[in-house]
């Protein structure tokens, strides 16, 4: 399966941002990355439902709603209604993980369970099986343009190998710190999915910085 770089919108300019996905949609992306904070579960804020519903109107590509969120139970239905295609919680975010991820799925969109940097991939040993992607933070979340942490390289390739030995069946997505060198790094260690905010709305062609990185991880 070919991978792919799916786009955080987190960096797109905003006053603009229907065009902004409109030329990335263009060039051929296929997933749309939208990142959603709460200012609690992380310091920043950034978009809720009414983003999802707005760029649902005017996009056909898959979006995969990123829930950086306190009590996510309380928007999983409310997200799924507004477009989501696919929402990935935090394993840190609840006290009841299966029952999110079952929630997930009632509502009709694929899921996916995030790790923190601190998070070993071994507490997702009862549920990876279940899951259609295993995200990897590879920055602590909250913000675009920070690095990439070296060190989660090894949790993407623990994540790859016990996908392997149990038969199982999810993406593995990669996030933060991503450019044209990390990009190639994650990709070699297992990703099937790696998102980039900064390297792709920080160039002055995000359509062109979109192909760039596209090639490279499947070159
Ligand atoms: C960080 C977000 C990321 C962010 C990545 O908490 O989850 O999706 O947009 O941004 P870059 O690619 O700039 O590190
Ligand atoms: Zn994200």
Redesign the pocket.
């Known amino acids: 399966m070919a991978k792919v770089v799916a786009p955080?919108i987190?960096?797109a300019d905003f006053s603009c941002l229907g065009r902004q996905v409109a030329v990335l949609e263009a060039e051929g992306a296929q997933i749309l990355?939208i990142?959603v904070m709460d200012g609690h579960f992380?310091p920043n804020i950034s978009v809720g439902p009414l983003v999802v519903g707005a760029l649902r109107c005017h996009s056909k590509l898959f979006f995969d709603v990123?829930l950086?969120i306190e009590r996510p139970e309380t928007y999983i239905d409310i997200f799924a209604r507004e477009g989501a295609d696919h929402i990935t919680v935090h394993w840190e975010s609840t006290k009841h993980i299966y029952r999110l991820i079952q929630q997930v799925k009632a509502s009709g969109c694929q899921v996916g369970v995030a790790l923190n940097p601190g998070t070993s991939f071994e507490v997702l040993d009862c549920v990876a099986g279940d899951l259609d992607m295993v995200l990897i933070m590879s920055?602590n979340?909250?913000?675009?343009?920070?690095d990439y942490i070296a060190d989660m390289s090894a949790k993407i390739a623990k994540a790859a190998r016990w996908r392997a030995d149990n038969k199982a069946h999810y993406r593995i997505e990669v996030?933060?710190?991503?450019n044209m060198d990390t990009a190639a790094v994650a990709a070699e260690a297992g990703a099937d999915v790696v998102?980039?905010?900064?390297?792709i709305f920080g160039d002055g062609k995000p359509g062109e910085a979109w192909k760039r990185l596209q090639l490279t991880i499947n070159g």
């Open positions: 955080s987190l960096s990355h990142d992380v990123h950086m920055v979340p909250g913000f675009g343009g920070q996030d933060g710190g991503i998102v980039a905010g900064a390297a």
